[in-house]
């Protein structure tokens, strides 16, 4: 029975993922032995390598979708990080950055974020988004997203967008360009539902 489970678990691990490196495959097979043996916090924690190896893969195919530019901003391939979080048994964190002259911007997806709720809560809530000059809803694709606009002591513009999906938060950010609508615009650039159909 246990090597039942373990199997169908290891089955629906690859399958779900697509993921065909070695190494996560080594420690799904550890996992079986150690779960048939009794060993289950071994299990466990081979588990979770594997399951990081897995979000570390799909890290790897949302930045493949990301843009090479975005309004005049070249990526810095060299700053991009893919991180397989294993808080749990799950957890996912890719950052990509961009830098033109006098501007950057980043685009950020991490899972289990605890802004989560917080910023659903004032999506669901027009009327407090309202309240703020600074902070408005906008749709990306088909997704709601809450849009921050700062102003440092120096003038210098900035905007934040979050968007939740699921369990987890797309996050554009970008400084020095002062034109919402420019703004916008590079979002569309971002390929969000393919970006989101990866990452859940």
């Known amino acids: 029975m246990k090597k039942l489970i373990i199997s169908a678990l290891m089955f629906v691990l690859c399958l779900g993922f697509q993921v065909k490196a070695q190494d996560v495959q080594e420690k799904l097979n550890e996992a079986e032995a150690s779960y048939s043996s009794g060993d289950l916090e071994n ?6 390598q594997a399951l990081q ?57 991490m899972s289990d974020s605890p802004m989560i709720t917080a910023i659903n809560a004032m999506l669901a809530m027009p009327s407090f988004i309202n309240s703020d000059p600074n902070q408005k809803r906008i749709k990306i694709e088909n997704y709601k997203a809450l849009l921050t606009k700062s102003v440092s002591a120096e003038g210098e513009v900035s905007y934040n967008i979050q968007m939740p999906f699921g369990s987890s938060m797309f996050t554009f950010a970008c400084n020095g360009i002062p034109d919402e609508n420019e703004v916008t615009n590079m979002l569309k650039t971002i390929p969000v539902d393919k970006i989101v159909k990866t990452a859940e």
């Open 43 to 48: 299990s466990r924690f081979a588990l979770q």
């Open 53 to 109: 190896g897995i979000n570390q893969a799909i890290g790897k195919d949302i930045l493949a979708l990301l843009p090479d530019n975005i309004g005049g901003m070249d990526k810095l391939i060299e700053n991009d990080n893919v991180t397989g979080v294993t808080t749990g048994f799950a957890g996912l964190f890719v950052n990509r950055n961009y830098k033109g002259e006098n501007k950057d911007a980043s685009v950020q997806i």
